[in-house]
């Protein structure tokens, strides 16, 4: 049996991969309802549905809704449909924030070339071999997994820099329309008595990278909305905290240009010897739902096995 009953929904806004699918799933098998909104094109709704159905299967009320969660009209296509679907006495008690939707264009171009480019060159001269031999068996060992050669492994990011628009987007995306969502649904009276709001961040909110600079900002923004919500909303029942996982090999992760890179980083310097993975940060999302976590408010949790202090 469960720890949650079927009155208590979870809000999963970005649901149909990576950590919102699997935390939609453990508090499904928890007990408690379910709505998740998502953005797929039709070419991925067989895999997505069979996931929607594993989560159905539980035998308690489910909404999937394919949808544009950053829009006005698909904010009010969501409250509408758990405003009838939570009904007669169904109350949001999650609402986790999993939205993937960011720029990753650089902010300036590259100075030149790769600084891998004369050690390269140098080992294949070592070798015998010309540096177009290297750069593919590089690229071919990066292609399997193999850490020192994903680090070896250039980085592509093409010419196109990021400007306002592209900046300001993914701010609001990936930022501050968790504080949209959590003004809506209380305006609209859906939330519970006792409800937890949950924002995903990641190490990109202390560390640079090439192209990561709107998403850092996001994650950045994310994390300050996050605080104010604990302290305004606080006070009417509403705790907000922030995970930040573990480099996790996610849809999400495999866009980021040296995603590959980052991969290999992380297996290298972590204490405990892998990846994280989604169901690692989906049991903690079930944790912070939990009563006994009522005191837990304003909070990052790191969820990464240690990777972040190694």
């Avoid at 929904?9 to 499904?28: D, H, I, N, R, Y």
């Avoid at 305006?187 to 990641?202: H, Q, Y």
Wanted: glycine share 10%; with cysteine; net charge neutral.
């Amino acid at each position: 049996m469960g720890r949650f009953s079927e009155a208590q929904w979870a809000v999963v806004l970005g649901g149909s991969s990576g950590f919102g699918l699997a935390a939609a799933k453990k508090l499904g098998a928890e007990g408690m309802s379910v709505c998740i909104v998502h953005r797929d094109r039709r070419g991925a709704m067989d895999r997505v549905s069979r996931e929607f159905d594993a989560i159905r299967a539980h035998g308690h009320p489910f909404i999937s809704l394919n949808t544009d969660a950053l829009t006005p009209e698909g904010m009010a296509k969501v409250i509408e449909a758990l405003t009838v679907g939570m009904q007669p006495a169904g109350k949001v008690r999650v609402l986790l924030h999993s939205i993937a939707y960011g720029n990753l264009k650089p902010i300036v171009a590259a100075a030149g070339p790769s600084a891998l480019g004369q050690p390269l060159d140098r080992l294949a001269g070592a070798l015998g071999l010309s540096r177009v031999q290297v750069d593919r068996a590089v690229q071919h060992l990066a292609d399997e997994g193999e850490p020192i050669f994903q680090v070896l492994n250039p980085v592509e990011y093409g010419d196109a820099l990021i400007d306002d628009e592209d900046m300001a987007r993914t701010i609001y995306s990936m930022g501050t329309s968790l504080l949209t969502w959590v003004q809506r649904l209380f305006a609209a009276g859906l939330f519970a008595a006792d409800a937890r709001v949950i924002g995903l961040t990641s190490e990109g909110n202390e560390v640079a990278w090439r192209g990561y600079a709107a998403v850092a900002a996001a994650k950045a923004a994310l994390e300050s909305v996050s605080r104010a919500i604990a302290v305004e909303f606080g006070p009417l029942g509403i705790r907000s905290n922030i995970v930040q996982p573990g480099v996790t090999d996610t849809p999400a992760l495999r866009v980021i240009p040296g995603s590959g890179r980052m991969k290999a980083g992380a297996r290298l310097r972590n204490p405990l010897g892998r990846l994280t993975v989604p169901e690692d940060v989906a049991d903690v999302v079930f944790l912070l739902s939990l009563d006994e976590a009522h005191w837990m408010n304003g909070a990052l949790i790191r969820v990464d096995g240690g990777e972040h202090v190694a």
